[in-house]
């Protein structure tokens, strides 16, 4: 097994809110990876006293030992004991029924001699190898959707329309602080033969297919497994460069937290 791992924040100095990590615990022929992409708020705060790269490391944190020693329960269960720790921590000091309380995208990935489950919720994605050297994208293309209704809207109800429908029926999710989100997640599970390699990307890093183009999600595939995580970033932070103002390739930050896990197993 071999495990390749990369992240860089979007602003030298400024904290990194994704969180990506990968485990193979000693003994067995299993493990897990998690990755998250914590959701910047905005200027007017998120009712939180902590950061959200704080709350990026407690999420994940509790997801991997979840998911690693409570292999017999499902990732979508894993998450939902991981966002009700995260939110004890600090339910007494902050607001969590704020509608932006500190929240992230969220994958997760769990492997065995058997079987690769898989979770998704939020605009990261799963890249999945078979032996044959096919990928398979696994996407939570909710929040897509929801920008393709508000494009239909006048321009100036957009940014109110998608903000309601952040958590709630009909819109798109992200892990916050409550545990029922867990069961919104995209979810599934392939035959460990049928997996060859993994990959996670935040959607810092899926800028590489979605915002410049450069090729599909096979094609970023392949980049990642040639030159590396650390590479492909790269990459993408020249392509943000030469396109400083979003002219070209237009998008809410010019530069975005980039982070990427592959796993060949």
């Not at 939902?80 to 509608?99: F, K, N, Q, V």
Request: charged share 25%; net charge negative; aromatic share 4%.
């Amino acid at each position: 097994m071999r495990i390749q791992t990369a992240t860089e924040p979007g602003t030298p100095g400024r904290a990194n809110e994704d969180f990506a990590v990968a485990a193979a615990p000693a003994g067995g022929r299993g493990g897990a990876l998690v990755l998250l992409d914590g959701v910047t708020p905005p200027p007017g705060g998120d009712g939180c006293r902590h950061s959200v790269a704080w709350f990026a490391a407690r999420l994940g944190g509790a997801l991997l030992e979840r998911a690693v020693a409570e292999r017999h329960m499902p990732l979508a269960e894993c998450l939902a004991g991981a966002i009700s720790r995260t939110a004890d921590a600090h339910r007494e000091t902050c607001e969590l029924s704020h509608p932006r309380t500190p929240q992230a995208t969220v994958v997760c990935t769990r492997w065995d001699e058997r079987a690769v489950d898989h979770l998704v919720i939020g605009d990261s994605a799963l890249l999945v190898e078979g032996p044959d050297g096919a990928v398979a994208p696994v996407l939570d293309t909710r929040l897509d959707e929801v920008w393709a209704a508000a494009r239909r809207l006048p321009r100036e109800r957009r940014a109110e329309f998608v903000e309601g429908s952040r958590n709630a029926a009909g819109g798109f999710f992200t892990a916050a602080a409550d545990p029922a989100v867990a069961a919104r997640a995209v979810t599934g599970s392939v035959p460990r033969a049928a997996v060859r390699s993994l990959a996670a990307v935040t959607d810092g890093l899926g800028r590489w297919v979605e915002t410049f183009r450069l090729g599909g999600w096979a094609e970023l595939f392949g980049e990642l497994a040639v030159a590396g995580p650390e590479a492909v970033i790269a990459r993408v932070r020249a392509e943000e460069a030469a396109d400083p103002a979003g002219v070209a390739f237009p998008r809410a930050k010019a530069h975005d937290d980039a982070s990427g896990i592959l796993v060949t197993l």
